[in-house]
């Protein structure tokens, strides 16, 4: 089967020398919800510039829907829609024509457009900012806009350049929707994103880039299998008497009534319990200290810098 | 969807974008060279022109008309394009079509069209307003419509490298300023060069817009110092190479692309 996208030995060299990519490889499978995911300047949105035609690339090939990005444009960009990190419309056009005009670069006729742009501007809560000079809208409702005018040609792929920065987590988890709706349908989608709950959530396989190379290339379920160690903080009812100590646990206690536990592979969290129950220690309420993707890309990335 | 299909789609997309931004801004593009052809219309033509007589075998103001209407087409026709793909270039905008399946043809024609559309508008404004200070002939309407025509493309052309080198809103302006102005004002507009010393005869045949302005006044008047046909393969030459630069430039994404 061919995969919705393909990268294979991919270099970038900047101008000035700087090497971006380092000939990643990768493949995105059709249906998938596939996260990019690295630190700032790990080659992230090089990648996505040279697969959507916005970055030049060094060596190497990129394809989407088996159409060669530089060879077979043509076909490469009517399967792709890109929603980019940074805002890219022109500020004095109205939100409607910014959609409808996109559609006409795709080669949609008006009739066709102007359905496309009403079905998507509506499911985006856009519709009743039709009339509005895109300049006017509001950081979230821009981010809505991109994410109209990548999808208005009903493109196969999908490229998401961090699609919820600086929005706020109500109108992020509707996006979150959006997009689960979206991918269910049968669009192929691939995220870059910071929050990594977010590609938690969301995500089916997950690639992690630092400094142009890839660092793991796999299934999250797979990914998050290989922590070996998770924490949690357990809110106390009780300040936590002095000297306390759980037997077969690493503790520590940054505050009053506050535990962290530090639960290893094939330990259980019953335990926990127990021993919290023993002690005369009743939790109030209990949850992970930091995401788990996150611990894990943190871990990953240092790994891979040192 | 065949790709011709797509082409021709995408380019009367940018073609409707690029008259709808000039006629969104008519306040900036449409209005002041009206405004401006007026004055000279009054100032030079009626005032001055009252005064100097006949050229060429014309009343003076007559005589003006035709390098006023040219002007104010070549120098639109530049304007539309640099600003408009400067700005495209400058808010990323361009790269809507960038990641679209438009090949760099099909970018430069709707783009050229646009100052075409704005050339020929403007030309159309002061060619009715001089209706009001002199009566037009049409000695000939072919070359007339054809050498305002590839006068627009040609200068659309140059006002598009103009936008795909410039890193900056000045950029746009500084060949306007010093380059056309001052090659439309020694093109002949106000005067015959056959007023010149045979020295400046000569240096004045070295510049295009002298073709352009003295064509277009052949059109109107059957008055000219230059030769038409050459004017004409003059013009279909540097449209040909400009546009074979400017294709190069949108090929290899310069400005444009990382």
Known sequence: MVAALAVENLSKVYGNGFEALKGITLEVQKGDFFALLGPNGAGKSTTLGIISGLVQKTAGNAYVMGHDVNGDAFDARRSLGVVPQEFNFNQFEKVYDIVVTQAGYFGLRPAEAKANAEELLKALDLWDKRDTPSRMLSGGMKRRLMIARALVHKPDVLILDEPTAGVDIELRRSMWEFMEELNRKGTTIILTTHYLEEAEQLCRNIAIINKGEIVQCTSKRELLSQLTTETFVFDLCEPVPEGFALEEFECAIPAEDTLEVTVEKGQSINRIFSLLTEKNLEVRSMRTKSNRLEELFVNLVRESNS | ?258
């Open chain 2, 1 to 258: 969807m065949s790709p011709m299909r797509v082409q021709w789609v995408a380019f009367q997309t940018i073609v409707t974008k690029e008259i709808r931004r000039f006629m969104r801004i008519w306040q900036q593009t449409l209005l002041p060279p009206a405004i401006t052809m007026t004055l000279y219309f009054i100032i030079f033509g009626n005032l001055i022109g009252s005064r100097i007589g006949e050229m060429g075998g014309v009343d003076y103001m007559s005589y003006i008309v035709p390098g006023l209407i040219m002007m104010s087409v070549i120098t639109n026709a530049y304007g539309n394009v640099s600003s408009s793909f400067f700005s495209n270039k400058f808010q990323r905008s361009v790269e809507e079509m960038m990641v679209a399946p438009v090949y760099p043809i099909t970018i430069l024609l709707g783009f050229v069209a646009g100052g075409v559309a704005r050339g020929v508008a403007v030309g159309v404004i002061v060619t009715l307003l001089s209706l009001y200070f002199t009566d037009l002939n049409v000695h000939h309407a072919g070359v007339m419509v054809g050498v305002i025509l590839l006068s627009a493309i040609l200068f659309s052309l140059g006002g598009f490298i103009n936008a795909v080198f410039a890193t900056k809103f000045d950029d746009i302006s500084i060949i306007p300023t010093f380059v056309i102005t001052p090659l439309t004002y020694l093109g002949g507009v106000f005067y015959s060069i056959s007023l010149l010393p045979d020295f400046w005869q000569d240096v004045s045949m070295l510049n295009p817009i002298l073709y352009m302005v003295n064509t277009f006044r052949y059109g109107v008047l059957g008055v000219t110092d230059i030769n038409v046909f050459f004017a004409f393969s003059m013009l279909v030459f540097f449209i040909f190479i400009l546009g074979a630069y400017s294709i190069w430039l949108l090929r290899r994404g310069t400005g444009m692309r990382q």
